[in-house]
């Protein structure tokens, strides 16, 4: 399949990250093969009218738990221990196959719909996360949540559940689909058994995706037993000597900081998140200015509420001027940068997603720009940062397929999805 965008503004966010106005967009199979003026010798199966929209990288939502979207709305107003220890993991524990697809497609729709096309997961029964991704032509990254418990045997089939699930999903549906091991949290694994996780993810090749330094209490827990913060705990048992996805990081300190970035520690911002459960805000600016990669992501839709990642840019940029009392913390251009390329750099994909380029697999959405919302049209990476909503995601592209045109799912029933994961999700809470 071949396809022309014609006539767009393309925000392309790769060495250039100015707009470019008036341009076309000729796809030919998965890749972008051309970007420029148009060219009457290149003929295509079908042509996309780009007037009025914006074409920029599909946002990459680097840390979440799609399938918690059955949980949306359960559990609010509550602080994050008691979140999960009471709330939370009691529910889980009584989760089936059935209910992780269907919370997965349901949040893959909300995805697809918002202008996420590719998303980093970390949950249980990852296989039907994979089926779903497979199923409805999203780019993902799988990676089985891994919490020690006291059986020795439990422990060891987390392993092995881990290893086949790279082996029989790592590099399918054409390459949309990657595996990564994921140890839960230091304050959840101890060091014998993050130990073994680290073997694995090297004898696997695989990176580490990992939740650090999320909130003050694990930050003093970890203190108070090891003398250390939860990063420099890890690092000198040598978690960072395999690529690294770390999750939150909001309570880190100058020394942390050094460490993540001596190391090349993707940083996985979750604003939303943090904010709705209390845990703080991360230090994004300082992280950056130190050479750290600092990724976005949503969280899970149960902590969040929802999958809106231009929800998260705008958070990440106003937020950090708040914080920094500075109004040039974070510009617009960076909270972009955040969402797509960086976030294609932490999941270690950004030889092919995360920017518009020749050659680059093509994965891009388009931003209708005939809002009232979006007028008058002063500076679009602005309107794209502070002015858009999720809503306003027209048409998206992922691996050279249409997923989703003039707001239409192509790959999705989302009548059937909805009422699936409302069927599933009253019946796991009255358990």
């Given at each position: ?21 008036d341009?076309?967009i000729?796809?030919?199979g ?5 970007i420029?003026?148009?060219k009457?010798?290149l ?24 399938s918690m979207?059955?949980?949306?709305n359960?559990a609010?107003?509550?602080p ?7 709330k939370i ?11 992780v697809?269907?919370?997965a497609?349901?949040?893959i ?7 996420i096309?590719c998303f980093?997961d970390m ?10 991704a497979?199923e ?10 891994t919490?020690e ?7 060891k089939?987390?392993l ?19 595996v990564?091991?994921a140890p ?10 993050l ?5 694995l993810?090297?004898?696997l090749?695989a990176?580490?995706h990992i939740?650090?330094s ?10 108070e ?7 420099k ?8 000597e395999?690529p ?18 001596a ?10 998140s943090?904010?709705k ?10 992280m ?11 969280d899970?839709?149960?902590s ?7 929800e998260e840019?705008?958070?990440a ?9 500075s ?7 960076t ?19 995360g ?16 809002k009232?919302h979006?007028?008058?049209r ?15 995601v027209?048409t998206v592209?992922v ?6 045109e003039?707001?239409?799912l192509?790959?999705i029933d989302i009548?059937?999805?909805m ?13």
């Amino acid at each position: 399949m071949s396809i022309l965008i014609k006539n767009v503004t393309l925000l392309p966010m790769g060495a250039k990250k100015e707009p470019i106005e008036d341009t076309n967009i000729y796809i030919e199979g998965d890749k972008i093969q051309y970007i420029g003026e148009l060219k009457e010798e290149l003929k295509v199966d079908r042509v996309i009218d780009g007037k009025n929209k914006v074409a920029m990288p599909g946002l990459v939502n680097a840390h979440t738990h799609i399938s918690m979207s059955l949980l949306r709305n359960y559990a609010d107003d509550v602080p994050l221990y008691e979140w999960l220890t009471q709330k939370i993991w009691p529910v889980e524990a009584n989760l089936t196959e059935e209910d992780v697809y269907w919370g997965a497609m349901l949040s893959i729709a909300e995805m697809i719909q918002s202008g996420i096309t590719c998303f980093s997961d970390m949950y249980f029964f990852m296989e039907e996360v994979g089926k779903a991704a497979e199923e409805t032509g999203i780019r993902g990254v799988l990676s089985r949540g891994t919490i020690e418990e006291e059986s020795e045997a439990l422990n060891k089939e987390k392993l092995d559940y881990t290893k086949n699930l790279y082996k029989n999903w790592n590099g399918k549906a054409d390459g949309r689909i990657k595996v990564m091991v994921a140890p839960h949290a230091p304050y959840t694994c101890s060091p014998a058994y993050l130990e073994k996780i680290i073997d694995l993810a090297k004898e696997l090749g695989a990176g580490i995706h990992i939740h650090l330094s999320e909130t003050k209490k694990e930050v003093e827990d970890s203190f108070e037993q090891y003398k250390k913060s939860p990063i420099k705990h890890v690092y000198d048992l040598g978690l960072f000597e395999i690529p690294t996805l770390a999750a939150h990081c909001v309570h880190v300190s100058d020394e942390d900081i050094e460490i993540l970035s001596a190391n090349g520690v993707s940083v996985v911002n979750n604003p939303g998140s943090n904010l709705k459960l209390a845990s703080g805000f991360a230090p994004v600016e300082k992280m950056i200015n130190r050479g750290v990669n600092v990724a976005l992501g949503t969280d899970g839709s149960s902590s969040n509420n929802n999958l809106n990642m231009f929800e998260e840019m705008n958070l990440a940029a106003v937020i950090n001027k708040a914080v920094n009392e500075s109004a040039v913390s974070i510009p617009a251009i960076t909270a972009i940068e955040m969402a797509t390329s960086n976030g294609a750099k932490a999941l270690n994909w950004e030889d092919e997603i995360g920017s518009i380029e020749v050659g680059k697999k093509a994965d891009l959405i388009l931003v209708d720009m005939n809002k009232p919302h979006l007028y008058p049209r002063h500076n679009v990476v602005s309107a794209l940062a502070y002015s858009c909503q999720a809503s306003d995601v027209e048409t998206v592209i992922v691996d050279g397929k249409v997923l989703m045109e003039k707001y239409e799912l192509k790959t999705i029933d989302i009548e059937k999805v909805m009422y699936n994961a409302e069927k599933a999700a009253h019946s796991l809470v009255n358990r």
